[in-house]
């Protein structure tokens, strides 16, 4: 590395100064030099985020850990305990074999009341909303496909409308005791147990939270009623 | 930077005994002229203000600034990799070949950035969510580059840190100012607190992409406004 490579000469001079001889030309610096400030710099650079990476990524998976544990919290009404289950090989298992990576295989909660009472099954779900994928955490009873909540972990939908499936109480209020498949109504009907009154200004959004819910239930539904059948063990 | 006349090898000896090359001061072309310190802060914050004078960094303008928390913390990462990536690029402006500079400050740049990131989804997730992609895209905000080529470059690091710091609150402020208006009047609240009550109906136009625009012009006329006033007042002064 050349220090003062490129410092000329002043290039507008005050009164004594002096032109350089002729014999000073630019110097060519060589590619080698050019290549080793990157490959150096780039070196540097790298370890650095490497090791605040390294840093910082406990404390970001266990904020990413308690923020699913608090989902499972919310939407199976505050369960005892739960279980984790792991879908391998087109089945539930609780303990996957191994050689697979646990954190990359889809997952489902199974939750319980104090006194060991089956509650219901959390899983997560992501389609596109309005504007992005929209992603829920989806509790119901796998037995009758009732709901028991759901829980927007991430939305990027219009803010002030579509974003009301997340702000909206009295939107998420309905879901609780109604029956998958659903469907989308205009008019509040409190008498059909698959009808949900979508949002005004957010009908799309409100329709992708109700097409995600059922879509969970259909794929989850059976995988969690083979489960059970097949004792739990 | 401006173009050099022939630029002389450090290496290079003593073609003429005590006249060439010549010693200090240390000459940069280009250079920003002497400044106290206090100057080259206060630049960043009013007479050059990033958004508001020199109208960089509009994506993150327009973006984050949808509620005051996140145009606070966008200003604050954006001020953090300003400071960061001056004093590097200024501690290294001796060793860096001219050629490849550019190339070199975007690395210090998207070190600083990357740090930046990690740092905030560590300690402010749900900010971090919110910024979403506008925190990794600092890396294009032409206000890093900018101060990297046209300041850090050439200049010790103290002078380097002190543009950085006007820069950033300069640029923190402006966008303050706007996720300010923009939530109060579209959310009705402030920082996440009720201010304007229930009664008041939120102007959701406010929080969506219009009209961050639409503040943002008003802000750069009550700019225009105050300035021209100034103006005005210093002439009838001068009369």
Known sequence: ?233 | MTTTVAPVPATAPDLIPGVWPPAAPEFVPGAPPPAPLWADTWRGIAKENPVLVQMLGMCPTMAVTNVLANGIAMGVATMFVLVGSGLCVSLLRKYIAHEVRITSYILIIATFVTLADLILAASFPEISKALGPFIPLIVANCLLLGRAEAFAAKVGPVRAVADGMGMGIGFTLSLAAMSAVRELLGRGSLLGFDILGARWEPWVFMVLPAGGFFTLGLLLITVAWIDELRRKRRMVAAK
């Not at chain 1, 490497?50 to 840093?55: D, F």
């Open chain 1, 1 to 233: 590395m050349s220090p003062h490579a490129h410092h000329g000469p002043p290039s507008a001079p005050s009164a004594n100064a002096v032109t350089p001889p002729a014999t000073a030309k630019a110097p060519e610096v060589s590619s080698w030099k050019l290549l080793a400030t990157l490959a150096i710099g780039g070196a540097a650079a790298g370890l650095l985020v490497v090791a605040v990476y390294k840093a910082t990524l406990p404390t970001i998976e266990r904020y990413a850990a308690a923020k699913e544990a608090g989902a499972v919290r919310e939407v199976l009404k505050a369960p005892a305990r739960w279980d984790t289950l792991y879908l391998q090989k087109g089945a539930l298992t609780k303990s996957p074999t191994a050689g697979d990576d646990r954190k990359g295989l889809p997952k489902a909660y199974v939750g319980f009341d104090a006194s060991g009472k089956r509650l219901g099954a959390a899983v997560t779900a992501q389609e596109p909303g309005f504007q992005e994928e929209v992603l829920l955490m989806i509790g119901f009873e796998p037995s009758s496909g009732a709901l028991i909540g759901f829980k927007v972990l991430d939305e990027k939908e219009t803010p002030g409308l579509g974003d009301k499936i997340e702000r909206d109480t009295s939107f998420g209020a309905q879901f609780p005791g109604r029956i998958a498949p659903l469907k989308g109504v205009r008019t509040r009907n409190t008498t059909d147990p698959s009808q949900v009154q979508t949002i005004t200004g957010a009908t799309i959004s409100s329709r992708a939270v109700i097409r995600i819910i059922n879509h969970a239930v259909e794929r989850w539904q059976p995988l969690l009623l083979a489960y059970e059948k097949g004792g739990a063990q």
